[in-house]
């Protein structure tokens, strides 16, 4: 539609039944009726905005460099936005955009903590969607979201879910680690990860060993 192009881009709120919605198929902010976004509703919006580290950080996780361009982000392979700031102590960095986002709106990143989604959506960098969370808490968020990063939806995995069900029938059976390394084409580190539950867990918290 021709007016999205006036509007605010990225992520926009709806509401339809009195329940806030965020739109990622829309670059615009408006209601929904009859399937089709209002025009109307969109009129007078302001996002909010902080300046931080010289950079402009907008509620939506759309950001600004320093002359005031858009800054450009990569998916990671890992789900996650990122690019190369200048943030700590003036020298390049690469951050992750949900990582800035909460640093603008809920403040410096408490030691041992690292900014979570609350709807699972890595790509929903909106303010009120961005916590900080313990590791422990995020990780778990992960699982529960079905975002395990430890498993194939992680882009450095090598071994598919077939492979991973049959050491975890193998651990549970009663199998050593340097059994399976001859019986199944999984490196000691990962059968190691899989048997004390650091990895795989989607798949390992249904067996017993």
Partial sequence: MAWQRNLPRKIPLIVWEAKIYYLTEYHCYGILVDNKLCQSAAKGFKMEEVKIKG????????????????????ENGRGYLITRLQWKDETWNTKALHTVVCEAFHG?????????????????NHKDNLKWM?????????????????????????????????????LDIGFTVNELLVMCDVSRATISAIKHKRQWVNISKNYSF
């Fill in 134 to 170: 313990t590791k422990t808490e995020n990780r778990k968020q992960m699982y529960q979201d079905g975002r395990d990063v430890s498993g194939t939806k992680n882009a450095n995995s090598k071994y598919t879910e077939p492979q991973i069900v049959r050491v975890c029938e193998l």
């Fill in 108 to 124: 410096e990143r408490p030691e041992g903590y690292e900014a979570g989604h609350k709807d699972g959506n890595a790509f929903n």
């Fill in 55 to 74: 950079y402009i950080v907008r509620e939506d996780g759309v950001v600004f460099g320093r002359r005031g361009k858009e800054l450009t982000w990569h």
